[in-house]
C-alpha cells in the first residue's frame, strides 16, 4: 500500500522559513515525479513545486525565487525549502506523487498533507 507522509508544516513569521519533507512509502516500484501542491480556504488546490526523476522542476509562479524543491530518488522522499514565507503562503501542504507500484500499476498518489500558517 502506498503511503505518502508529509512533515515540517507550521507556524511562522511572514519572512521566516519553512521547511517541508516527504516520504514515500510502500510496494513502490518506481517514482515519476514528485511535487508538493497547497490549497487555501476556499481556494482551489494548487501547484507549488515538483520535480520528476531526471532533475526537471516546475515552480507556481508565485513562489519562484523563494522555495526551492530537491529530491533523493534513492530515498523516495522529496522536500521543500520555504524561505521569505508571505501570508498568502498558507494552507494546507500536500505531498503528490506520480509512480508505478511494484505490480506495474500507474497511479496518482497524495499526502494527507500538512497545514502551513504564515502570520503577518
Known amino acids: 500500500q502506498v503511503q505518502l507522509v508529509e512533515s515540517g508544516g507550521g507556524l511562522v513569521q511572514a519572512g521566516g522559513s519553512l521547511r517541508l519533507s516527504c516520504e514515500a512509502s510502500?510496494?513502490?516500484?518506481?517514482?515519476?515525479?514528485m511535487g508538493w501542491f497547497r490549497q487555501a480556504p476556499g481556494e482551489e488546490r494548487e501547484l507549488v513545486a515538483a520535480?520528476?526523476?531526471?532533475?526537471?522542476?516546475d515552480y507556481g509562479e508565485s513562489v519562484k525565487g523563494r522555495f526551492t524543491i530537491s529530491r533523493d530518488n534513492t530515498k523516495n522522499t522529496a522536500s521543500l525549502q520555504m524561505n521569505t514565507l508571505k501570508p498568502e503562503d498558507s494552507g494546507v501542504y500536500f505531498c503528490?506523487?506520480?509512480?508505478?507500484?511494484?505490480?506495474?500499476?500507474?497511479?496518482?498518489?497524495w499526502g494527507r498533507g500538512t497545514q502551513v500558517t504564515v502570520s503577518s
Open positions: 510502500g510496494g513502490i516500484f518506481r517514482i515519476i515525479s
Open positions: 520535480v520528476n526523476s531526471g532533475g526537471g522542476i
Open positions: 503528490n506523487a506520480y509512480l508505478y507500484t511494484d505490480n506495474r500499476a500507474w497511479g496518482i498518489y
